[in-house]
């Protein structure tokens, strides 16, 4: 069956730091692969999705996420964080192209120390 | 701007009602979805929905049940609303023509006293 893991429940990053939030799904075929933020009391942003081609993708707010198809990962970076930046973020993989079915991690909460 | 409206930011509940939950968009998406969200267990799908008066089971369907009348519009419903339905609940939507992924609403935060 098909599945996500983001191993890392909670982060801690200093502002102006770097990320990375890490993911790894479980999927037999070519995943399409979707990144989303959900700040405090609001519904999911979608920050940036993976289909084909170039396996590292830009996304909205400064956000890069690299597909690795060896290691089935699909990690989140950014090379600056901002205070603004925290928030919970989940990875999720879809069965189709139209993002039907979507599955989702756990999630990951990231906190921004001044 | 594209937008999935949810009727409720918050609402309280007795055990035992039925609760209506409703969920609009206004991009024309053949897709809507409902998912709950609780710590610890990210988002489980409830039921989604590919078209008017089409349903269909998600993960986790017991105690839920929904309508789709018309495109724009999906409701969940709670028959008997229980105390273990106290959730987050989001909805959303997709075009199954175009591969920009789901749309969600600002989501529904339901306590059943």
């Known amino acids: 069956a098909q599945s996500v893991t983001q191993p890392d429940i909670h982060i801690t990053v200093s502002e102006g730091a770097s990320l990375e939030l890490r993911c790894n799904y479980s999927?037999?075929?070519?995943?399409?692969l979707f990144w989303y933020v959900q700040s405090p009391g609001q519904g999911l942003q979608l920050l940036l999705k993976?289909?084909?081609?170039?396996?590292l993708v830009q996304g909205i707010k400064g956000f890069e996420a690299e597909f690795k198809r060896s290691q089935s990962s699909f990690n989140l970076r950014k090379p600056s964080v901002h205070w603004s930046d925290a928030a919970e973020y989940f990875c999720?993989?879809?069965?189709?192209?139209?993002?039907?079915?979507?599955?989702f991690g756990k999630g990951t909460t990231l906190s921004v120390s001044s | 701007d594209v937008k999935v409206t949810q009727s409720s930011r918050y609402l309280v509940k007795r055990t035992g009602e039925k609760v209506f939950l409703e969920c609009v968009q206004d991009?024309?998406?053949?897709?809507m979805f409902w998912y709950r969200q609780d710590p610890g267990l990210g988002l489980r799908l409830i039921y989604f929905s590919y078209d008017v008066k089409m349903k269909e089971k998600g993960d986790i369907p017991e105690g839920y049940s929904v309508s789709r009348e018309k495109k724009e519009r999906f409701s969940l419903i709670l028959e008997s609303a229980s105390t273990n339905q106290t959730s987050m609940y989001l909805c959303?939507?997709?075009?199954?023509?175009?591969?920009?992924?789901?749309?969600f609403g600002p989501g529904t935060r339901l306590t059943v006293l």
């Open positions: 993976y289909f084909s081609g170039d396996t």
């Open positions: 999927y037999g075929a070519t995943p399409y």
């Open positions: 999720a993989v879809a069965l189709n192209q139209a993002g039907t079915a979507l599955i």
């Open positions: 991009m024309d998406h053949e897709n």
């Open positions: 959303a939507s997709s075009s199954k023509t175009s591969s920009i992924g789901q749309f």
